[in-house]
Antibody, heavy 120, light 107 residues
Framework: EVQVVESGGGLVQPGGSLRLSCAAS????????MNWVRQAPGKGLEWVAY????????HYADAVKGRFTISRDNAKNSLYLQMSSLRGEDTAVYYC?????????????WGQGTLVTVAS | EIVMTQSPATLSVSPGERATLSCRAS??????LAWYQQKPGQAPRLLIF???TRATGIPARFSGSGSGTEFTLTISSLQSEDFAVYYC?????????FGQGTRLEIK
């Protein structure tokens, strides 16, 4: 059974930092490209960051470029998002979403999300 | 950045009826389009990729069509569990972007 579980969310002050984690099981993690997608309260979906299966290729949304860093550890079947210089507009549920290496960038497996709240 | 525009914002349909949801891209995305369903408090679920290919386990009442800039998601006979928010997403280039969603509600 495929399982994707995010963790690390919480309340953080503006300007602060937070590290999200995503633990995957039930599929060959090293064969999947991984992403973070977020959803502000009551709003739509916004892609945030992408990392290739090997970690050699990375892309970011302009809204987070220079502030967020995506990484992965294939030995631990884990994905990470280091977030710094956080702003109120970063408040959202953050989802870990995956797609098979070599397929298009559609999101096949999703976690249940972890809520990040940026407020003083 | 390619802007995805979904219409209508809200669609009211009776159970058993057909629902047609539209998605328009600001420039051609070929057939690089996916559709998702999201219910309250849940993660999105992939329905369609490649504009018209159903994902694993998706019932045949869901169908996708279109290419270029105009796309449609059709639900042929609405079941109670189909009332949700639907998003389209292009993956033609970076950044991938989503439409703002269509809320499908019971009439």
């Amino acid at each position: 059974e495929v399982q994707v579980v995010e963790s690390g969310g919480g309340l953080v002050q503006p300007g602060g930092s937070l590290r999200l984690s995503c633990a995957a099981s039930g599929f060959t993690f090293s064969s999947y490209e991984m992403n973070w997608v977020r959803q502000a309260p009551g709003k739509g979906l916004e892609w945030v960051a992408y990392i290739s299966s090997s970690g050699s290729s990375i892309h970011y949304a302009d809204a987070v470029k220079g502030r967020f860093t995506i990484s992965r550890d294939n030995a631990k079947n884990s994905l990470y998002l280091q977030m710094s210089s956080l702003r109120g507009e970063d408040t959202a549920v953050y989802y870990c979403a995956s797609h098979y290496d070599g397929s298009g960038v559609w999101f096949e497996y999703w976690g249940q999300g972890t809520l990040v709240t940026v407020a003083s | 950045e390619i802007v995805m525009t979904q219409s209508p914002a809200t669609l009211s349909v009776s159970p058993g009826e057909r629902a047609t949801l539209s998605c328009r891209a600001s420039q051609s995305v070929s057939s690089n389009l996916a559709w998702y369903q999201q219910k309250p408090g849940q993660a999105p679920r992939l329905l369609i990729f490649g504009a018209s290919t159903r994902a694993t386990g998706i019932p045949a009442r869901f169908s996708g069509s279109g290419s270029g800039t105009e796309f449609t998601l059709t639900i042929s006979s609405l079941q109670s569990e189909d009332f949700a928010v639907y998003y389209c997403q292009h993956y033609n280039n970076w950044p991938v972007t989503f439409g703002q969603g269509t809320r499908l509600e019971i009439k």
